[in-house]
């Protein structure tokens, strides 16, 4: 099995930074895409910020220039960097990832338990 944590949010004033990280353990023979989407009260969830495994990038209108998404393959993680933060960021975060288990067996989709984050003053 394979899981993913996440961490990093919290609360912080418009305009400020901050940091989510996301560790993917257990039974990880290769890891393809992560991402992270996040779901505000109300709303469907969204995608904020892809990632390949040759680096590629792709990112939601809504935090190009903003937000920056990175990857360390030799830790399994996966991180965003949050600058410029607006109130309307505010939402639970999720990692996902699309992992593979073993050799010969197709990828599966994995998702984190979600991670708060408020902006406000």
């Known amino acids: 099995q394979v899981q993913l944590v996440e961490s990093g949010g919290g609360l912080v004033q418009p305009g400020g930074s901050l940091r989510l990280s996301c560790a993917a353990s257990?039974?990880?023979?290769?890891?393809?895409?992560m991402g992270w989407y996040r779901q505000a009260p109300g709303n469907q969830r969204e995608l904020v910020a892809t990632?390949?495994?040759?680096?590629?990038?792709n990112y939601a209108d809504s935090v190009k220039g903003r937000f920056t998404i990175s990857r360390d393959n030799a830790k399994n993680t996966v991180y965003l960097q949050m600058n410029s933060l607006k109130p309307e960021d505010t939402a639970v975060y999720y990692c996902?990832?699309?992992?593979?288990?073993?050799?010969?067996?197709?990828?599966?989709?994995?998702w984190g338990q979600g991670t708060q984050v408020t902006v406000s003053s």
């Open positions: 257990g039974s990880i023979f290769s890891i393809y895409a």
């Open positions: 996902n990832g699309k992992i593979k288990s073993r050799w010969g067996s197709p990828p599966s989709e994995y």
């Open positions: 990632i390949s495994s040759d680096g590629s990038t």
